[in-house]
Nanobody
Framework: QVQLVESGGGLVQPGGSLRLSCAASGSIVSIYTMGWYRQAPGKQRELVATITNGGSTNYADSVKGRFTISRDNAKSTEYLQMNSLKPDDTAVYYC????????????????WGQGTQVTVSS
């Protein structure tokens, strides 16, 4: 099994910054694309950003220029640096990762973290 544990959420004023981390552990052979998603109250979960194991990134239009996704493959950890935060960024943020857990089977499964609350308010 694979576990993803997020950290770094909290309360921040508009214009402030936060850095989220997501550490993967367990029976990991390889980690492919990692990503961050968010879900605000009453809304569907939406993509925030993704990063491939080669470092290619993709961002939602709403966060481009403000958020930066990165990863440390040696630590099986991804990060989301969030700057110039707005009240609309308030949500539970979830990380996910596409993981190969077997040297024999080619199956790649997607795992999710439990989520961390980010609240942007004055």
């Amino acid at each position: 099994q694979v576990q993803l544990v997020e950290s770094g959420g909290g309360l921040v004023q508009p214009g402030g910054s936060l850095r989220l981390s997501c550490a993967a552990s367990g029976s990991i052979v390889s980690i492919y694309t990692m990503g961050w998603y968010r879900q605000a109250p009453g809304k569907q979960r939406e993509l925030v950003a993704t990063i491939t194991n080669g470092g290619s990134t993709n961002y939602a239009d709403s966060v481009k220029g403000r958020f930066t996704i990165s990863r440390d493959n040696a630590k099986s950890t991804e990060y989301l640096q969030m700057n110039s935060l707005k009240p609309d960024d308030t949500a539970v943020y979830y990380c996910n990762a596409a993981v190969k857990t077997s040297l024999i089977k080619p199956t790649i499964q997607t795992y999710w973290g439990q989520g961390t609350q980010v609240t942007v308010s004055s």
